[in-house]
């Protein structure tokens, strides 16, 4: 039966063997072996945060939070951010939105382990880390950019996990 569970694959061993017939022996049996293959993928669970702005010299942060639907035994992930209405270049202004990320993560299994502008990501099977939201006096509305988690290496297909963050200004 086809299901959303991500779940490893399944070995059976079948054994067929011929009963008596009218009272004579058949001497006939067979043995097979069938295996059962996911189709599901594991994903990336993302959160999608909304943060208030915040006023120049200011800084907020967005808190992410990402986790794996099923059992992965080990893997690396990249995290960037993309640009959407939100920038971390704003030509004629002068300031950005956010402090972009670009870094890799490493699961082995059963935590997800970084170094560098995450911080802290020893958090068993939820990546939690903080995106840097600048404040200004600008009146622009609310913006949206993106976090995106992709797998670079893993022994299953991981479908990526995308965050959407929204700026409240």
Known sequence: VD???FEPSENYTL???ANHNNGAAVNASDTGSVQI????LISLLVSNPTV???TTGKTAYANVTASLNGPLPAGTFTVSTVDGTAKTTNSGIGTSD???INQVVTWDGSKFTSTGSLGD?????????KVAITG???VEGNQAFSVKIAANSAPTPIEAG???ITIQD
């Open 37 to 40: 293959l996911d189709n599901d």
């Open 15 to 17: 054994t067929l063997v």
């Open 98 to 100: 956010y402090t972009p």
């Open 162 to 164: 995308t965050a959407t």
């Open 136 to 138: 200004d006096e600008i």
């Open 52 to 54: 208030v702005e915040g």
């Open 3 to 5: 299901d959303a569970f």
């Open 121 to 129: 990501t020893n958090n068993d099977q939820f990546l939690t880390f």
